[in-house]
């Protein structure tokens, strides 16, 4: 099975980084993608100076891509925060000022998927604690995207690469996605459904597809091992995807991918194949 139906958008947070920020909306175009993702691009920075906003709009704007996903704020990533929300103090603190900011920027541009990443596990600080204050901020969280017209992401990432962070598993960030809905009677919460990660958490990928594509808000992709681009690993991608595709999901899916070593614009061939 191919990817011939599937639209794909890029991450730039992760993908064309050998360019400054501004100029990778415009790079990703020329590579023949019309729509682009980003982590929150300023990672001391949860409101940045208004300047700062309007600049990356404008190349957005000007390179005529569609931002599709947005961060909140989640510390230095990739690196060894690993998000906020449900760390007590000062990060936590970050994250609230970065909601509102988050969510106006992603309205101005017409995104409609936010996605809020879980806090690592804290030294000193209870799990019911920290799970406590990670829900109140979710659903802050969740309350914003609504009002926006937008979703609210919550990710699982990977146990081997991420071990403090609590949800590394589907059902985990599942069970989160089902508690903030309950609780914010908003029913906007889903799950960011992201195969590397799963994959390096050793789950039945196609089991989870079959489990929880209807609460599926987002797809995000690279292969395993070595976190590169489709080919480049073990995983059946072009099945996987058309599998999600059969299961109801018709969204938006991100190379979350590493470039190689030629750069990022030499790393898209396989879409002309259509397989992995």
């Keep these: 099975m191919g990817f011939n139906d599937t639209r794909f958008d890029v991450n730039l947070s992760i993908l064309f980084t050998e360019l400054p920020l501004l100029k990778r909306p415009a790079a990703a175009a020329a590579a023949g993608f019309d729509a682009v993702e980003l982590w ?27 931002l599709v ?31 509102e900011v988050a969510a106006d920027f992603a309205e101005s541009v017409g995104c409609r998927a936010l996605n ?17 204050l990670a829900l109140e901020n979710l659903i802050l969280a969740a309350r914003a995207a609504d009002r926006i017209g937008a979703v609210l992401l919550v990710e699982a990432l990977n146990r081997p690469e991420s071990p403090r962070y609590p949800l590394v598993s589907a059902p985990a960030a599942i069970e989160v996605v089902d508690r903030v809905n309950a609780l914010s009677g908003l029913g906007n919460a889903r799950f960011l459904l992201d195969l590397y990660h799963l994959s390096m958490n050793g789950e039945d990928l196609a089991d989870v597809i079959d489990r929880f ?51 990022s614009s030499a790393g898209f061939g396989w879409r002309q194949g259509g397989t992995a």
């Design 116 to 132: 809020a990443l879980y806090g690592n596990r804290v030294e000193g600080v209870s799990e019911e604690e920290q799970d406590r």
């Design 69 to 99: 996903g947005l961060n909140f704020y989640a510390g230095q990533l990739p690196g060894p925060d690993r998000g906020a929300l449900s760390v007590p103090g000062e990060e936590s603190e970050r994250f609230r000022a970065n909601i």
């Design 40 to 66: 929150w691009p300023w990672p001391d920075a949860p409101v940045p100076a208004r300047s700062e906003l309007d600049a990356l709009r404008a190349a957005l704007t000007d390179a005529g891509t569609q």
């Design 213 to 263: 594509a209807d609460r599926t808000g987002h797809v995000q992709i690279a292969d395993n091992p070595g976190r590169g681009a489709p080919g480049t690993g073990a995983l059946p991608l072009a099945d996987l995807i058309g599998r999600l595709r059969k299961s109801g999901y018709d969204g938006w899916v991100g190379l979350e991918y590493k470039p190689g070593p030629d750069g």
